[in-house]
């Protein structure tokens, strides 16, 4: 397959569901099962979702990962939003600074098997998940 | 307009006297809030008693869309009608639990049928009962 790698603009609301339905063609691709595709596509669902509702434009960056054993999928969701001042707070479960939804980012890295953040206050976002088949 | 849309693409009925509300496309918020909408006005509306909303075609449930879901459910209560969420895959459950998502005591079946079943004590009968086939035997 020669288009590996996706890029979802997230600037409206319904951008979302297409990133999350995206990555579960890709989960398929990569050769997840059914409940693995639902998980992934889950997880994008939730990283986009920040995105649009803390940053209002970013984007999400699908790709199927290949190493010798088995394939993956990685997903980088970027944004140049508030950024955000205590990850620690952050990655607590239910914490939320928007409208008592939280940021779900626990949830995130649980869904996956890799979670990585860099983010800096007034600057931006970027959140590496990668889950391995 | 926006409002027919939703309607064919979720083809909400009433079926056994209770308001079945199948979902067969993915979800966004705009929908949910659109479902959640014309699920209240009929069951008010219509004095229902009871609701199934049917996600066998959802594939993805994140947090927000399964909270948007289940309130509905705890909404309609609230307007005395139960309503029975159906046909959640085990993708979208294990993905729920894994966010840590609180369902509350929103009733939950397998499939829509069984779901119609576990409302039935709740709903009106659908006949009126057999009266007066056999008239009482009179007491002299």
Redesign the interface.
Known sequence: MKNKKKRVEISE??N??EA??EA?IFAQIAGFT??????V???V??LA?NIYLYAMKGEVTIRVLERKTNKGIQIVAEDNGPGIADIGAAMK??FSTSDG??L?L??VK??MDEFRIDTKPGVGTKITVRKWV | MEKEITLSKVGIHVTRDCLVVPIQVELHDELVTQIQEDILRRVKGEQLKGVVIDLSGVAILDSVLARGVFDTAQMTSLLGARTVITGLSAGVVASLIDLDFEPGNVPIALTLDEGLQTLEPYVKPKEEPEEAEEPEEEID
Do not use: F, Y
């Open positions: 609301e319904v979302i569901v999350a339905s579960m059914r409940v693995g595709q639902h998980m596509a889950t997880a669902s939730e979702r479960e239910h939804l939280g779900g626990p949830g649980r869904l």
